[in-house]
């Protein structure tokens, strides 16, 4: 059978987990930029915090995708098998370049803006939201495409502790020394990841202000 | 004689090393104040001491009548005008946004503040039609110099401060924006205290002078005593602009 011929007789399925995959990435990007930008901007505002927090992310980062879900399935609440704790490992995953792109943009912001900003008598929150967090927000949300770009990636290892997504024809196809099924899992994970790439791209340059 | 603001023995340290005073100055109301010194002399410090974006480490600053560490510094920094040499317009706001700010953050109606920003842009030399709706990167350093001084005006504030206003424009630039800033202080009867190194845009500028070393104001006087003075730094800086 060739490739093509798997991928029509398999459309259903393959579609199916195409869904699945990219609700995996949706949940943990969205969950990971919720949490992540507010402690980005934490970090700008207590430079203290910054490199633990930067490191605790990093560190994080290093560690093997699978052995991370193998970790957390032990776990209660937050573990177990399913896509649940997939969730939670692509949040891991998702937070360091968004705190990063966070704290990079904001702290990137013209000392002289900023300056001008207080000397005009705006609050923290008004220089937050009207002078940091617009000008932040190209870099800000490089980081948001980033962690995106890379869950598609990571989210393919998830089907290994049962969470769905592409992954399954991955892992099915190694198993099974079936190139068509590998690739049925490779190839739409790939597009996916060109996909996302490509839209959050135009959301990105619609947001600077220096295109307007 | 009305005193804005005044400086009862004000110092200012970090890390126990004293960057400022203690100063004792009063600014009168009406009077442009230019404080003149080296690079590192304190009188960027000292003009922050006024709106409170540096407090007092030691004595007082008053601004009409009131200690910087006791008024709202929000509502303290809204009633002067500030301009800084990097200009420090808003990147990502047009010329009207950066103008009307203040006001909109003083919640004027739209129609106000739409009224006032075209009249100060009228002010300060900018046709409102042509002006109003670029960005910042858009103008020449000198547009964009008037469009900071228009800003600080906005709320027609008693005070304004400014550090080097023009110190990045060129020389021609320069004089026209000198000259236009003295006619328009005049008319508009403000308090001014003006931060420069410029010996020549001090004398232009100036109705007194506060000549600052090392932190310390080394004299206080009007210009034609300025052009006098035989004290010891006033003279050794007059002699160092004479011999360049």
């Known amino acids: ?212 | 004689m009305e005193i804005a603001v005044a400086f009862q023995a004000a110092a200012f340290h970090i890390n126990g090393r004293c960057i400022v005073g203690p100063l004792e100055l009063d600014v009168r109301r009406g009077e442009r104040l230019v404080l003149l010194g080296r690079s590192g002399s304190g009188k960027t410090t000292t003009l922050r001491l006024i709106n409170a974006l540096v407090l007092p480490t030691a004595g007082t600053v008053l601004v009409s009548g009131t200690a910087t560490t006791d008024w709202d510094v929000v509502r303290l920094r809204r009633s002067i005008g500030y301009v800084i040499q990097e200009v420090g317009l808003f990147p990502h706001f047009t010329v009207a946004q950066n103008v009307g700010l203040v006001p909109r953050l003083e919640e004027w109606t739209a129609e106000r503040i739409e009224t006032r920003v075209a009249e100060l842009l009228r002010l300060v030399g900018l046709e409102p039609h042509r002006f109003a709706t670029r960005l910042p990167h858009e103008l020449s350093g000198g547009q964009r110099q008037r469009v900071g001084l228009a800003r600080a005006l906005a709320a027609d504030p008693p005070l304004l401060l400014c550090d080097e206003p023009f110190g990045a424009v060129d020389p021609i630039t320069r004089a026209d924006l000198q000259r236009e800033f003295r006619v328009l202080t005049d008319e508009l009867d403000k308090t001014v205290v003006f931060v420069t190194h410029d010996l020549d845009e001090a004398m232009l500028l100036g109705d007194r002078i506060a000549f600052m070393e090392k932190g310390a104001l080394a004299f206080l006087g009007d210009t034609a005593e300025f052009r006098r003075t035989d004290l010891e730094p006033v003279r050794s800086f007059r002699e160092a602009r004479e011999l360049s």
Not at chain 1, 6 to 13: P, S, Y
Not at chain 1, 41 to 46: A, C, E, G, K, V
Not at chain 1, 145 to 171: H, N
Request: no cysteine; aromatic share 6%.
């Open chain 1, 1 to 212: 059978m060739s490739f093509l011929e798997f991928l029509v007789a398999n459309r259903g399925e393959i579609w199916l987990r195409t869904v699945e995959h990219l609700g995996l990435v949706a949940i943990s990007s969205a969950v990971a930029t919720a949490a992540g930008v507010p402690l980005g901007i934490w970090l700008t505002r207590n430079e203290r915090v910054r490199t633990p927090i930067l490191g605790v992310a990093n560190v994080v980062q290093t560690i093997p995708s699978l052995a991370l879900f193998g970790f957390l399935i032990p776990l209660p609440f937050i573990g177990g098998i399913g896509a649940r704790t997939a969730i939670v490992a692509l949040v891991l995953y998702a937070l360091l370049p968004i705190i990063r792109n966070t704290y990079t943009g904001i702290s990137g912001v013209d000392a002289s803006v900023r300056d001008a900003a207080r000397g005009m008598g705006m609050t923290d929150r008004q220089l937050l939201r009207m002078v940091e967090l617009p000008l932040a927000a190209p870099v800000m949300l490089t980081g948001i495409r980033v962690a995106t770009v890379i869950g598609v990636g990571i989210a393919t290892i998830a089907a290994a502790i049962g969470a769905g997504g592409l992954g399954v024809f991955i892992f099915s196809g190694v198993a099974m020394v079936n190139n068509n099924q590998i690739l049925a899992g490779a190839v739409p994970a790939a597009l996916l990841a060109l996909l996302v790439d490509g839209g959050l791209h135009l959301v990105e340059k619609r947001l600077d202000w220096r295109s307007r």
